[in-house]
């Protein structure tokens, strides 16, 4: 794939690493486009999580004013006249098409960080023509998985993804912008707005526009006792960034996490605590299932939930309550008597009937690998998995998840999330497979 001889060797002096950030295109929509060419050049919206708000649009939407995150009640009429297509978001489907993207970033570098769903950064050092290399690796990705993917490469985090950002608005790049060129860099900055930047948020945003800096070009010459002051440690390792001085390195390995949470809107109002302890049951499991799957333990959970703040007008509530797991667990039978403890202690101890509960979830804190657990007295170093946990899981992962749960997850699940406009979970489910006759 066109390597050059500096792979492996030290790269020449004064030479920093090649930084590449490569994005998908309106990713959500061009994953449903995978297996529905009618959709190309036709309006598409994804929603988010309930069916709530646009998180994902295309350009053919963008351009008919729909703003993200705008609520789906409030764009019915522009959907109905324009002819906009409609997506539930399938993060089932979305999270095996990014696999398969990441699949492909790996075999064009030695260090791929993903750094969401639809972004890597990867390291580019040792390839002689950068952006042949980049091409070539997008025309794979569309060519194997049939995402569009744009890229930009500089010499840190923070310049790369101004690259990336330039390149997706600028046709004249073809897709990818290398900026390892100081010149390139003094020429483009002047032409990024400062609220573009990585990590500046509204807040940094305002105070930066108050001191007269509106580009990439007015920050990078800001001076570092200022940054910091500023915003703090984080601000100047930004201007630092935008300098061509590294703050941010690639993470080859995932840092271990720390905590974790399951959390689901309900698509109907839950106002019993029967329900309310179904929908906390699936999270509780869901999130036992999570901890298996990375070979950790909890030492914490706890449970939260509450009403829908955007109605004032109804009664509103909200609590959490949490618990120290001891022995530290990742077994489903314990999390969930755990959860039922923490939901019961925070359910409203007086008319309760009049709360209609939107949104409940479980986190788990206090993180260890499974080795690494504290022993309690009675606790043993090897104990064995149990096995009803151990029968569950193989069932699932055999027959598809939720082929067995617990009886008190529930049957009718009315709290379930609204997914009215889900797309078949095509590369996951042989059941959902289109059929050609």
């Known amino acids: ?136 690796m997008r025309q794979a990705v569309l060519r194997r998985v049939g995402i569009p993917v744009r890229v930009g490469i500089a010499p840190t985090k923070t310049l790369a993804k101004c690259a990336n950002d330039i390149a997706k608005k600028n046709a004249l790049f073809d897709g990818v912008l290398d900026m390892m060129d100081e010149q390139l860099i003094d020429w483009l900055l002047p032409k990024v707005p400062v609220g573009d930047i990585w990590g500046i948020g509204r807040k940094t945003n305002k105070k930066l526009s108050a001191l007269d800096i509106y580009t990439a070009a007015d920050l990078q010459r800001m001076p570092l006792k200022q940054a910091r002051s500023v915003g703090t ?65 909890a030492g914490t959970l706890t449970v939260f939930f509450h009403t829908n703040r955007h109605k004032p007008d109804r009664p509103q509530y909200a609590a959490s309550r949490s618990i120290q797991l001891s022995p530290m667990s990742c077994d489903t039978f314990e999390l969930v008597r755990a959860a039922r403890q923490c939901a019961r202690a925070a359910w409203p101890k007086a008319n309760s009937c009049q709360y209609g509960f939107t949104k409940a979830g479980v986190m788990l804190d206090d993180l260890l690998p499974i080795e690494k657990r504290p022993l309690t007295l009675f606790d043993v170093a090897d104990k064995k998995p149990n096995p009803a946990v151990e029968a569950v899981d193989h069932i699932n992962r055999r027959f598809g998840k939720k082929a067995i749960t617990l009886g008190s997850e529930g049957v009718q699940r009315s709290w379930k999330m609204r997914s009215e406009h889900r797309s078949p979970r095509y590369t996951t489910r042989i059941s959902d497979l289109p059929v050609v006759r």
């Open 1 to 136: 794939m066109g390597r050059h001889c500096w792979r492996g060797a030290a790269l020449p002096a004064g030479m920093k690493t090649p930084i590449a950030i490569s994005d998908s295109a309106n990713f959500y929509v061009s994953a449903e486009r995978l297996f529905e060419p009618s959709l190309k050049n036709t309006p598409v919206i994804v929603l988010s999580n309930n069916d709530g708000c646009a998180v994902a649009r295309s350009d053919e939407a963008k351009a008919l004013g729909i703003k993200m995150g705008a609520p789906f009640h409030k764009l019915k009429d522009v959907i109905s006249k324009h002819g906009v297509r409609v997506f539930s978001s399938n993060y089932t489907l979305y999270g095996d098409i990014s696999r398969r993207v990441v699949e492909v970033y790996q075999e064009f570098s030695p260090t791929v960080e993903v750094y969401s769903i639809d972004e890597c950064f990867m390291d580019l050092g040792g390839f002689k023509d950068r952006e042949a290399h980049a091409q070539k």
């Open 233 to 297: 440690v984080v601000l100047e390792k930004t201007v630092l960034e935008l300098q061509g001085e590294p703050c941010l390195s690639l993470d080859e390995v995932e840092p271990q996490r720390k905590g974790m949470a399951v959390t689901r809107s309900s698509g109907t109002p839950m106002f019993e605590f029967d329900v309310l302890f179904e929908a906390v049951t699936a999270h509780a499991t869901r999130a036992a299932e999570k901890l298996r799957q990375n070979g950790l333990v």
